[in-house]
Each structure stands twice: as structure tokens, then as C-alpha cells.
């Protein structure tokens, strides 16, 4: 009896001590923490660190070295000319986007597109290119490390990838095409919008969809 009852007040008597960071720091209350695999040296950060502008831009590739190379393959895609309709991925809000959520934007739109409309019967085009270069101070942590270091408050860090800043409302991705494929040019415009980190709506410059 005696020993269950100790169990049991060493438990209540940590319940508040766990609550003590949660109470007084208030990022933990908007942002909850995010807990990721570490199954090697280093892994991949997730989106939210880095799509919001902090600071100047860091851009200027003459004086840094080891700039990892952009994903983006293609910037545009089917084939140019004057089509009837023509519409416009905007963000809504301003964020940096990463290379790599571009590269996944552009994959997921023509992708869709090549599968509904022959080649030469659109045209899709990045409008923006990711110059900006994003820091991380790399620490090591996994299976290797015995104890996770914290490393030294707010240092300058390495060159891990590339990013796009945009501004509201700033076009991302423009698709033209006939008004026979107004629906799947739509379709294929939100497929792209889900990759992004900033909502984002659709804007018909040119044309409408054909008369049923």
C-alpha cells in the first residue's frame, strides 16, 4: 500500500513541472512542437521554418561557396502561343518558398495537364525564380550523438537549399490554354496551390469556359 501510494504522488507532483513550459512561454501555445524522424546525420526541416521573410536577403553567390544546386528543371512547359485563356496562381501572403516546393508545384501541374491535354495544346510558366539563399547552423543529432547540443545562439549557418520571396498577391504560376480545357487548366492550377506554403486563389485574366 505503502509503496503504491508513492507512486502515485510522484506522478501528481510531475504533472504541474511537465505544464511549467506550456504556461510560460507562449510560442508552445500557437506552434506546437514538431517531432520528426532522426534516423541519420542530419534530415530534412520541415517547411514552416523557413516560409517566413526574416531579415535581409541573402543572394549574393560571388562571396559564398557550397550553394546547393536549384531543383527546378523546366520553367515552362507545353508549348507558346496566343490561346484564348489564360489564368494566374497568386499567394495570398507574403513567404519564402523553397526550391523544392516549386520543383513539386511544377511536377504536380503538368503532370496533371500532359495527362488531359496534348502538348501543344498549353503553355505553363514558373514567374518566379528562388535567388535568395537560406542558412541552418548544422547540428548533429541521431543515433551518433550521445547528447543533443544547442550550439551557439543565433549563428550564421551554412547555404542548405534555395528559396523564392514573394510578396501578397505576387503571380507564381501563369497557364494558357484553350477554352475547351478551362476546367482541367483550374484543376491543375489547385493541384499546384496544395504544394505551396501560403494560400492561394486562381485569377482569370483571359477567356471563360466553352458554352455547353
Known amino acids: 500500500m505503502l509503496g503504491g501510494g508513492v507512486c502515485v504522488a510522484s506522478i501528481e507532483t510531475n504533472r504541474p513541472v511537465i505544464s511549467e513550459r506550456f504556461k510560460y512561454d ?16 542530419m534530415s530534412r526541416k520541415p517547411g514552416s521554418m523557413y516560409r ?7 543572394c549574393r553567390r560571388e562571396y559564398m561557396g557550397g550553394v546547393p544546386s536549384n531543383r527546378i528543371t523546366q520553367f515552362e512547359h507545353g508549348q507558346k502561343g496566343d490561346y484564348a485563356v489564360r489564368m494566374t496562381l497568386h499567394v495570398v501572403e507574403q513567404c519564402q518558398i523553397r526550391h523544392i516546393a516549386l520543383e513539386a508545384a511544377r511536377i504536380s501541374a503538368n503532370r496533371f495537364l500532359s495527362k488531359k491535354i496534348p502538348q501543344n495544346g498549353y ?21 551518433g550523438a550521445d547528447r543533443i547540443s544547442e550550439g551557439m545562439r543565433k549563428a550564421f549557418g551554412k547555404p542548405v537549399g534555395t528559396a523564392a520571396r514573394v510578396s501578397a498577391d505576387q503571380k507564381i504560376i501563369t497557364l494558357e490554354t484553350s477554352p475547351a480545357n478551362f476546367a482541367t487548366a ?3 492550377l489547385k493541384r499546384a496551390a ?19
Open 186 to 188: 483550374k484543376l491543375a
Open 123 to 143: 503553355h505553363l510558366k514558373i514567374r518566379v525564380y528562388p535567388h535568395n539563399v537560406i542558412r541552418e547552423n548544422k547540428i548533429a543529432t541521431g543515433a
Open 52 to 58: 517566413e521573410i526574416k531579415g535581409q536577403a541573402y
Open 26 to 41: 507562449d510560442q508552445y501555445l500557437s506552434k506546437p512542437e514538431i517531432e520528426f524522424a532522426t534516423g541519420g546525420p
Open 194 to 212: 496544395i504544394k505551396l506554403p501560403s494560400p492561394c486563389y486562381i485569377e482569370v485574366e483571359r477567356g471563360s469556359p466553352i458554352a455547353a
